[in-house]
Structure formats: C-alpha cells, structure tokens
C-alpha cells in the first residue's frame, strides 16, 4: 500500500451540504476547516463520505423543506451503510432540535450555530452510541469574549479571491416575518483583534476582497470599537484591496458609515441595504423601526457623497394585511431609488414568530403575482443601470475563467459581475476597464492598461 493510500485510510472523509446564506457558507466553511485539523477531508458526495452534515437554513418554507427531501435521499444511504454518520447544523437544527431525531431515524447528531467549533467532541458522543443534539445557547459573557474561538481558523483556501468574515452573530430586531433571532440567539459582536488576525490571514492567503458578514453588521460595537472604526482598521490590511459588508439595517445606517464610504479607498462603492416594503403601515407591521422617508433619506445621503454608489435590496411581496396599494409603494421605491440589484421573496409564514399569527394573509397567486411584476419592474431598471455603465471606467476583480469560452470573469467595485473576453489576467488580479457593453446580468469589460 503506498504512503497515500494508507493516509487516506487513516482519514475520514466529510461531505458538507449548506443551505441558504453567505453566513451559513462561511460557518460550513469553518467546519470544514476545523475538521481539517482533525484528519478529516472533504469528498464532493455524500455517496464517498463517512460523515455527512447539513447546514440547514430556517429562513423561508422552501429552505427548510429541501433539508428533509435531501435528508430522504441520505436514509437510503445510510440503510446500505449503517456506519454512515449524518449530523444537522444550522437554523432549522436550532429551531426543531431533537423534532428533528424522531422525524427521521437515520440522522445521529443535530447541533446550533453555538456549537460548530465542538463538532469533534460531538461526533465523539455519537460514536460511542449516542443520538445527539446541541442545541442549547452557551452563555452569553463566553459568546460576548469572542463567539469564534482564538484557535477558529481561517477560512478561504489558497486561490481564493474573496472571502467572508463574520463580525456579529445573531439579531436583536425580532422583525415580525423572521425567524433569525430565534435560531440565532441574541447579538454579539466579535472581538476587533479576533476580526483583525482573521482578516490579515486571509490577506496572506491572498484573499483580495472580504465581505464582513453578520444579520446587522452596522451596530456592531466590541472592545469599544464601533463599525465604522472597524471598518478604518480593516482599511489598513496589507494585501487587502476591496471590503463589503452585509446586512446592514437602515435604522443603525448613519451618516459616519456614508462618509467611510467616501473615505477609505478599500470600502467599495456598493451597499445592500435591505428596504423589505415600501410602505409605512407594511414596514410597521413588520417592525422594522423606521419609515420609508428615513430610509430614502439615507440614500440620498449616501448618493450625495458617492454619486457612482451601487445599491441593492431586499424586498418581501405579500406580507400579512398588505393592499395593492401598499404593494404599488414598494414599486415606486424601486422606481426613486433604482437598486442595482434586488432579492425579493413571496412571505413565507414561519412558525413562532409574530407575524405566522396576523390575519390578512395575501393568497399565494396574489403574491406571486406581485413578485412577477416587481420583477419585471426591476428588470427595465437593471438594464437601464446597465447600459449607463457602457464608455465608463471600472475596476475588474479578476475571479475566475469563464466557464465557456476564453474568457475571465471578475466583478467591479460596485458588485457587477464582469466578462474580460480573450483576457490573460489571472485570479485576484485587479484589473482597471472600459465597460464596452452590457447584457442582463454581466458587463463586457475591455481591458484598457495597455492604452496609455
Ligand atoms: N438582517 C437582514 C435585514 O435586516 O434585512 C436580513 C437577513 S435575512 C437572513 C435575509 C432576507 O430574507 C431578509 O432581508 C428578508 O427579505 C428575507 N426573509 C426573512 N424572513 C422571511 C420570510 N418569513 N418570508 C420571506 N422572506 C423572508
Ligand atoms: Fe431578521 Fe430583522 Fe434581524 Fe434581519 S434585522 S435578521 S430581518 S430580525
């Protein structure tokens, strides 16, 4: 037996599924590396894996569905292989714990997003017989010292371009619609140093760009140090080029944060900030704690220090007791402000939370329709966007080959993906471009450093 064969016996073989959002992506990647370091390596089917987790997401129906179709499929699998061992993580996890272990027979360990960084000493548990579930919330002052411990790795592996990392966890807000404060506990900030090592790290790896990632990254506050100051000191990372954050909540988005917008060369020229309705007596009933007005006002100051700003959103269609003219307010938001980028959701009722026991409830045609047409709406916008850009200069990311044809990929600084045909730039490369056309969904971008 060769040296690599036997290694490869000695280690066990992990298959991670994630679900739903980037924070769910980076805490399977967290995973991924914690189980590294413990002899672990990642296969790419559940089909070779003798571990198989799920990083469950809570968020909508759909979301929480695809996790018991999927965890269907994996039974079968476990019949053939009884030795297979099949954990759940994530928000569906916290919010249905041991639900989960009497719903399907095969699954051995459920476990919260407190718990990710036990999973060895978790899978120890279900390898000496147990059925396992974590689900409890570790106390807050040990979450509040930092809630990724000083050994939490780095995530992104070698060639990667961009990488997230989390600056908050949690959510204070209890939005009526949301479950995330139930599956994610209360806020906590983590530590500014903690923030810093990681971010200088992947810098080292050559990650160019960091998405500071949390449910309400702009009231993050840990060790004195407010957002915007954490963002100036991530401005002085060697080796950064670009950094991003998502979701801000438009309540806590002040006029400091536009500034650092202006200021620091590294913060890019996008914000997502999430609107959810355009109607007052919507986004009342939804508790979001602010009006339309304010929120527009915002923007405004945002566009009025950086003019060439790119802006995106959520939007939710059809939320308990709202009218077509409280629908027609979220259209004419799109219209003043003339997002970039927009995801919008039909309501999906999710249980425990306020707003699964209003009355009123729109029926599913009625907001599928709404969501058809705000849509469509935002597709004119998009391409009017879009076209705007073509004759102007940007700065390409070089991320990747396309996947057919010569040509590499990259996104600018305001979050468009771009196309560099006939390009022989390499990943992580930032590359300055004239846009030369646009199509739906990407720029065309020419290469113009050989022009002067
Ligand atoms: N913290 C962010 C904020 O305050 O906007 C959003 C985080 S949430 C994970 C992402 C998006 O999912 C929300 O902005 C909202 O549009 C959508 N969402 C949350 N709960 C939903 C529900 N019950 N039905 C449909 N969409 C929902
Ligand atoms: Fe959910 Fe509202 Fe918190 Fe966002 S701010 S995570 S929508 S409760």
């Known amino acids: ?67 018991y179709s999927l965890l269907g499929t994996l039974s079968g699998l476990k019949r053939a292989r009884p030795e297979l061992v099949i954990g759940v993580g994530g928000c569906v996890a916290q919010q249905r714990g041991a639900q989960i272990l009497g719903r399907v027979e095969a699954v051995d360990l459920v476990f919260g997003p407190d718990h990710l960084f ?7 548990e279900v390898a000496a017989g147990g059925r396992v579930v974590h689900t409890d919330w570790r106390h807050r002052t040990e979450r509040v010292a930092n809630f990724i411990p000083d050994f939490g790795p780095a995530v992104g592996s070698a060639g990667d371009v961009k990488a997230g990392l ?10 009526t619609f949301c479950v995330v404060p139930y599956t994610r506990g209360r806020e906590v900030s983590r530590e500014p140093d903690n923030i810093l090592a990681e971010a200088r790290a992947l810098a080292e790896r050559g990650v160019k760009e960091i998405t500071l990632l949390g449910q309400n990254v702009n009231s993050y506050r840990a060790g004195g140090v407010n957002f915007v100051a954490l963002l100036r000191r991530l401005n002085d990372v060697p080796g950064l080029e670009r950094l991003r954050y998502t979701s801000p909540h438009p309540k806590d988005f002040r006029e400091e944060l536009a500034q650092a917008h202006a200021e620091l060369p590294k913060l890019c020229e996008h914000v997502h900030l999430p609107v959810q309705s355009g109607s007052d007596r919507i986004l009342k009933a939804m508790r979001r704690n602010h009006g339309i007005a304010e929120y527009l006002d915002k923007m405004l100051m945002l566009r009025e220090r950086v003019p060439d700003v790119a802006l995106s959103t959520d939007i939710i269609v059809g939320f308990p007791g709202e009218r077509e003219e409280d629908f027609q307010a979220t259209l004419d938001v799109m ?52 076209a705007a850009l073509i004759g102007t200069r940007q700065q390409v990311l070089i991320e990747g080959p396309h996947p057919r044809g010569a040509a590499m990929t990259g996104r600018t600084r305001g979050n468009k993906p ?26 065309v971008a020419r290469d113009v450093t050989r022009d002067s």
């Not at 600056?167 to 209890?174: Q, R, S, Y």
């Open 166 to 175: 989390a600056i908050t966890k949690g959510c204070n807000n209890f939005c």
């Open 1 to 67: 037996m060769t040296r690599r064969q036997s290694e490869r016996m000695r280690q066990q073989r992990v298959f991670i599924q994630t679900f739903g959002c980037q924070m769910n992506e980076y805490d399977s990647a967290k995973m991924l590396e914690h189980l590294r370091g413990q002899d672990y390596v990642r296969v790419d089917s559940p089909r070779e894996a003798d571990l198989v987790l799920l990083n469950t997401c809570a968020i909508r129906e759909k979301a929480e569905h695809k996790v």
């Open 335 to 386: 219209r003043t402000v003339r997002f970039d980028q927009v995801y919008a959701f039909k309501y999906s009722p999710r249980s425990g939370t306020p707003a699964a026991d209003l009355p009123d409830a729109v029926p599913e045609p009625v907001r599928a329709e709404r969501l058809e047409r705000l849509f469509a709406l935002h597709d004119t916008i998009v391409r009017e966007r879009s």
């Open 118 to 124: 036990e999973l060895p000493a978790m899978l120890a």
């Open 418 to 443: 771009a196309l560099l045909p006939d390009s022989q730039r390499r990943p992580g490369e930032l590359v300055p471009v004239e846009i030369v056309a646009a199509r739906k969904y990407s720029l």
